[in-house]
């Protein structure tokens, strides 16, 4: 019986698989003509996009020949040949026209990768994680107008990380974010099994030493797991394992959607590169990544604008045809043999190691496969229906962009990116050695000349510099030392300015948005003006406003004396008053240093007339008057009236007795008022607290009582009309962006 059931399992292990391959092998054929963009291939097997052809070729997903999509040929991008040769066969050659006809007679585009190659991963054969130059990569327009017009035409668009970040220009970027209705954050992290740099090699060496230039200590983790996020501004954090986090590894929750159409596990790990983006639409967020981050993790992402939860799939709700993988998911070890094998996912559990959590294979088995079948599938059922074209997706304009949300500085990816023009019918790369070979030769030579006087020719000769080259190589080494100094300054600069330190700390860094692009689009981003700058501009102000209110002192100066009665030797022929003893009590002010100056109202303080006779609109008098001085008593002060408006030329009234001052009120009753436009910065439940935020913020505000709901709100300040209140608002959008406009009548 052993023998037998052995043998039986010796021909199930032996008919299965082959029986499989039948299947598939008469399995009909799909004929669905599509595009995939790939600029990262290091190798012909093509692991960047692997896993999306092994999907096509389990599927039978034809060309329109009737051929198979090869991993190696069917695709755009960088194909190697032999180092440090290449071809590129990339969408620039062609025109709008031709990309109005793949646009119509394609049913499908994939972007899924365009990272690109660098000199030290492919020219040079150096090590791959440390940043060289770019040789080829990024989006293009033409890319991009590719993908908007499969869009418009209703076809089904796929794209993933990383396609939005560098070397892809910023244009571009905006573009496909509008396309895509996401807003990158410019931060992308991975998870490593281990944080020790002398147990994991994985960790590169630019992740190192921008630790160290950030924090000003070096990459010294203990051997336990984590998650490294960076910017592209040149910042990081790291999260440990039980100080920072619960879980060590980035976890996916499947919204119901997915999990009711295409049998997704609710939740999942994955292990690998992951981008931090958010949708302008929630309702286009189908699954999100999850970071269990304890008390101190949340403090460490949230002192960069980061929440534990982000987008992990971002798509088009309403029609589901447009999708974003906020990840590297293309990217997957997955045997490319176990395609040919019809229903081979129903033994997937075979092919995966569940207790490694390194081992991408489960994810793609469990996750990515069933996903884009699924979304291949529903496709093929409706792409017959579909009719007319779609517009662009509606601009968001309530929706403030990351880096405008908190003032971070654009990138320059044109630091990065290389200007070079390909060709893409021709081999490349044949320059690259010799270039290399040639640079390092006369490296050598320079430094030997500049320490000696001479060097060793080429047949081994001693060439001695004359005078005129030892100038010029002091001369090109004087250049090339104070580039690379404006360079690590313009470095330095830029990181200083993102961290808020140095010469762009408080209160001097003062970053200037453009009005004009407040609804969208790129923010110019001033670089912050230097200290002595800054103090100039001060001084400057501050002499105009003295100016001013030394010509608003003299304007009243000269109103009072006029007005302090007949001169020497005068006779005042008019009424006496009818207060006698306050008449004589009364002294009219001079410009003695005793006497007090009189009170000027904050309106008329940057020049313009002085009305004595008009009186603010309500504005009760106040019951000391400063400029006045009585002898012998102090009777209870009148409000001063106008007696005569139709010449423009006023007086002062004599005082009434106390015992009239109620007539006097009605007769001077307060003007009735307009509405008036309040810019509120803050709004507090109790009084107290906005007392103590004015009282910081040491400014002139005013608090405002609201009854409808109970609370206090601050008024930055008041104007007559809302036009002024908006331009007040936007001036407001870099200190206070959650500023706003209240109408108080």
């Given at each position: 019986?052993?023998?037998?059931?052995?043998?039986?399992?010796?021909?199930?292990?032996?008919?299965?698989?082959?029986?499989?391959?039948?299947?598939?092998?008469?399995?009909?054929?799909?004929?669905?003509?599509?595009?995939?963009?790939?600029?990262?291939?290091?190798?012909?097997?093509?692991?960047?996009?692997?896993?999306?052809?092994?999907?096509?070729?389990?599927?039978?997903?034809?060309?329109?020949?009737?051929?198979?999509?090869?991993?190696?040929?069917?695709?755009?991008?960088?194909?190697?040949?032999?180092?440090?040769?290449?071809?590129v066969?990339?969408?620039?050659?062609?025109?709008?026209?031709?990309?109005?006809?793949?646009?119509?007679?394609?049913?499908?585009?994939?972007?899924?990768?365009?990272?690109?190659?660098?000199?030290?991963?492919?020219?040079?054969g150096?090590?791959?994680?440390?940043?060289?130059?770019?040789?080829?990569g990024?989006?293009?327009?033409?890319?991009?107008?590719?993908?908007?017009?499969?869009?418009?035409?209703?076809?089904?668009?796929?794209?993933?990380?990383n396609?939005?970040?560098?070397p892809?220009?910023?244009?571009?970027?905006f573009?496909m974010?509008?396309?895509?209705?996401?807003?990158?954050?410019?931060?992308?992290?991975?998870?490593?099994?281990?944080?020790d740099?002398l147990?994991?090699p994985?960790?590169?060496?630019?992740?190192?030493?921008?630790?160290?230039?950030?924090?000003?200590?070096?990459?010294?983790?203990?051997?336990?797991?984590?998650m490294?996020?960076?910017?592209?501004?040149?910042?990081?954090?790291?999260?440990?394992?039980?100080?920072?986090?619960?879980?060590?590894?980035?976890?996916?929750?499947?919204?119901?959607?997915?999990?009711?159409?295409?049998?997704?596990?609710?939740?999942?790990?994955?292990?690998?590169?992951?981008?931090?983006?958010?949708?302008?639409?929630?309702?286009?967020?189908?699954?999100?990544?999850?970071?269990?981050t304890?008390?101190?993790?949340?403090?460490?992402?949230?002192?960069?604008?980061?929440?534990?939860?982000?987008?992990?799939?971002?798509?088009?709700?309403?029609?589901?045809?447009?999708?974003?993988?906020?990840?590297?998911?293309?990217?997957?070890?997955?045997?490319?043999?176990?395609?040919?094998?019809?229903?081979?996912?129903f033994?997937?559990?075979?092919?995966?190691?569940n207790r490694?959590?390194?081992?991408?294979?489960?994810?793609?088995?469990?996750?990515?496969?069933?996903?884009?079948?699924?979304?291949?599938?529903?496709?093929?059922?409706?792409?017959?229906?579909?009719?007319?074209?779609?517009?662009?997706?509606?601009?968001?304009?309530?929706?403030?962009?990351?880096?405008?949300?908190?003032?971070?500085?654009?990138?320059?990816?044109?630091?990065?990116a290389?200007?070079?023009?390909?060709?893409p019918?021709?081999?490349?790369?044949?320059?690259?050695?010799?270039?290399?070979?040639?640079?390092?030769?006369?490296?050598?030579?320079r430094?030997?000349?500049?320490?000696t006087?001479?060097y060793?020719g080429?047949?081994?000769?001693?060439?001695?510099?004359?005078?005129?080259?030892?100038?010029?190589?002091?001369?090109?080494?004087?250049?090339?030392?104070?580039?690379?100094?404006?360079?690590?300054?313009?470095?330095?600069?830029?990181?200083d300015?993102?961290?808020?330190?140095?010469e762009f700390?408080?209160?001097?860094?003062?970053?200037?948005?453009?009005?004009t692009?407040l609804?969208?689009?790129?923010?110019?981003?001033n670089?912050?003006l230097?200290?002595?700058?800054?103090?100039?501009?001060?001084?400057?102000?501050?002499?105009?406003?003295?100016?001013?209110?030394?010509?608003?002192?003299?304007?009243?100066?000269?109103?009072l004396?006029?007005?302090?009665?007949?001169?020497?030797?005068?006779?005042?022929?008019?009424?006496?008053?009818?207060?006698?003893?306050?008449?004589?009590?009364?002294?009219?002010?001079?410009?003695?240093?005793?006497?007090?100056?009189?009170?000027?109202?904050?309106?008329?303080?940057?020049?313009?007339?002085?009305?004595?006779?008009?009186k603010?609109?309500?504005?009760?008098?106040?019951?000391?008057?400063?400029?006045?001085?009585?002898?012998?008593?102090?009777?209870?002060?009148?409000?001063?009236?106008?007696?005569?408006?139709?010449?423009?030329?006023?007086?002062?009234?004599?005082?009434?007795?106390?015992?009239a001052?109620?007539?006097?009120?009605?007769?001077?009753?307060?003007?009735?008022?307009?509405?008036?436009?309040h810019?509120?910065?803050?709004?507090?439940?109790?009084?107290?607290?906005?007392?103590e935020?004015?009282?910081?913020?040491?400014?002139?505000?005013?608090?405002?009582y609201?009854?409808?709901?109970d609370?206090?709100?601050?008024?930055?300040?008041?104007?007559?009309?809302?036009?002024?209140?908006?331009?007040?608002?936007?001036?407001?959008?870099?200190?206070?962006?959650?500023?706003w406009?209240?109408?108080?009548?």
């Amino acid at each position: 019986m052993k023998y037998l059931g052995r043998k039986i399992v010796f021909f199930l292990i032996i008919l299965i698989p082959f029986w499989s391959f039948l299947v598939w092998f008469f399995y009909p054929k799909t004929e669905l003509p599509g595009l995939i963009l790939d600029k990262t291939v290091l190798e012909p097997s093509g692991v960047e996009h692997r896993s999306f052809n092994w999907i096509t070729t389990n599927r039978k997903f034809v060309k329109p020949d009737g051929s198979q999509y090869e991993i190696s040929e069917d695709y755009y991008g960088f194909f190697p040949i032999n180092r440090p040769e290449y071809v590129v066969k990339d969408l620039t050659v062609f025109n709008n026209a031709d990309l109005d006809s793949m646009a119509r007679d394609m049913e499908y585009v994939y972007y899924t990768d365009a990272y690109g190659i660098y000199t030290n991963e492919w020219v040079y054969g150096r090590d791959i994680n440390e940043r060289s130059r770019l040789v080829y990569g990024g989006l293009s327009e033409q890319s991009y107008k590719l993908f908007e017009k499969m869009f418009r035409n209703r076809k089904l668009t796929l794209t993933e990380f990383n396609n939005l970040a560098s070397p892809t220009p910023l244009q571009l970027r905006f573009k496909m974010q509008r396309l895509l209705e996401l807003d990158f954050t410019g931060w992308t992290g991975r998870y490593y099994h281990s944080l020790d740099t002398l147990l994991n090699p994985d960790i590169p060496g630019w992740m190192r030493r921008l630790h160290r230039y950030y924090y000003k200590k070096p990459f010294d983790y203990p051997d336990v797991p984590g998650m490294v996020f960076v910017h592209e501004t040149e910042r990081i954090f790291v999260l440990e394992m039980d100080k920072d986090v619960e879980h060590e590894l980035p976890i996916i929750n499947t919204g119901e959607y997915l999990i009711d159409q295409y049998n997704l596990p609710e939740f999942i790990r994955y292990p690998y590169w992951f981008d931090v983006c958010f949708a302008r639409d929630t309702n286009d967020v189908f699954s999100t990544y999850k970071i269990h981050t304890t008390e101190r993790g949340d403090s460490i992402m949230a002192s960069h604008h980061l929440p534990n939860e982000f987008p992990a799939i971002i798509g088009d709700h309403k029609e589901h045809l447009r999708w974003y993988f906020c990840g590297d998911w293309a990217d997957s070890p997955t045997p490319f043999g176990l395609s040919y094998f019809k229903g081979v996912q129903f033994m997937r559990k075979f092919f995966y190691n569940n207790r490694d959590d390194l081992d991408r294979k489960k994810f793609f088995w469990e996750y990515y496969e069933p996903l884009v079948s699924g979304l291949f599938e529903d496709y093929i059922d409706m792409m017959d229906t579909i009719e007319g074209p779609r517009p662009l997706p509606p601009h968001h304009r309530n929706y403030i962009p990351f880096y405008r949300r908190y003032n971070i500085p654009l990138p320059d990816v044109d630091l990065i990116a290389s200007g070079r023009v390909y060709n893409p019918n021709e081999v490349l790369g044949s320059e690259y050695k010799e270039r290399a070979y040639r640079d390092s030769v006369l490296q050598a030579e320079r430094e030997e000349a500049s320490r000696t006087g001479y060097y060793i020719g080429q047949y081994g000769d001693t060439v001695f510099l004359t005078d005129e080259e030892m100038h010029e190589l002091e001369e090109q080494t004087r250049y090339e030392n104070s580039m690379q100094s404006r360079r690590d300054s313009i470095k330095r600069r830029r990181l200083d300015s993102v961290r808020g330190v140095g010469e762009f700390s408080d209160p001097y860094r003062l970053i200037k948005i453009d009005s004009t692009y407040l609804r969208g689009g790129r923010i110019p981003v001033n670089i912050p003006l230097t200290k002595a700058e800054i103090k100039r501009r001060a001084q400057m102000k501050a002499a105009a406003e003295k100016a001013a209110q030394n010509r608003a002192e003299a304007i009243v100066d000269s109103m009072l004396e006029s007005e302090s009665g007949p001169g020497p030797g005068e006779t005042n022929t008019a009424d006496p008053p009818k207060n006698e003893e306050l008449s004589a009590g009364f002294r009219s002010p001079t410009r003695s240093s005793t006497a007090p100056k009189p009170v000027i109202n904050n309106r008329y303080r940057l020049g313009g007339r002085l009305a004595t006779n008009q009186k603010e609109k309500g504005f009760k008098a106040p019951k000391k008057i400063d400029a006045m001085v009585y002898e012998g008593g102090s009777p209870e002060p009148q409000e001063q009236v106008a007696s005569d408006t139709t010449d423009g030329n006023s007086s002062l009234e004599s005082n009434a007795p106390a015992t009239a001052s109620s007539e006097q009120e009605d007769s001077v009753a307060e003007e009735p008022i307009g509405p008036r436009w309040h810019v509120i910065i803050a709004s507090f439940p109790d009084k107290a607290l906005g007392e103590e935020f004015i009282r910081r913020k040491k400014k002139s505000m005013e608090l405002l009582y609201v009854p409808e709901n109970d609370s206090y709100r601050v008024s930055y300040a008041q104007f007559k009309d809302r036009r002024s209140a908006n331009k007040e608002v936007i001036n407001l959008m870099t200190s206070y962006p959650d500023a706003w406009v209240l109408k108080v009548d």
